[in-house]
Nanobody, 120 residues
Framework: QVQLVESGGGLVQAGGSLRLSCAASGLTLSDYGMGWFRQTPGKEREFVATINWSGGRTNYADSVKGRFTISRDNAKNTVYLEMNSLKPEDTAVYFC?????????????WGQGTQVTVSS
């Protein structure tokens, strides 16, 4: 049974930093591409960043490019999102997701989310 558990969220002032972690179990992480997404009330979930199975290829939303860094440690079955220069508009519930390396581009596995709140 695949489980993704996010942690590291919290309350931070604008300009501050947070590091989110996503601990995966029930799968071999290197068999999956991983992504971070976020959602605020009343809005659809939006893409933040993705990373391929080896960590050699990453992709970011324009709104976070240059401020956020996605990384992974397959030996620890963990994916990270380093968030710097946080802005109030980054406030959201952040979700990690896993997608098999081959097949559909959809993400079948999702965590429960962790709240990030950035105060101005």
């Amino acid at each position: 049974q695949v489980q993704l558990v996010e942690s590291g969220g919290g309350l931070v002032q604008a300009g501050g930093s947070l590091r989110l972690s996503c601990a995966a179990s029930g799968l071999t992480l290197s068999d999956y591409g991983m992504g971070w997404f976020r959602q605020t009330p009343g809005k659809e979930r939006e893409f933040v960043a993705t990373i391929n199975w080896s960590g050699g290829r990453t992709n970011y939303a324009d709104s976070v490019k240059g401020r956020f860094t996605i990384s992974r440690d397959n030996a620890k079955n963990t994916v990270y999102l380093e968030m710097n220069s946080l802005k109030p508009e980054d406030t959201a519930v952040y979700f990690c997701a896993a997608r098999p390396n081959f097949g559909s581009l959809e993400y079948p596995y999702w965590g429960q989310g962790t709240q990030v709140t950035v105060s101005s």
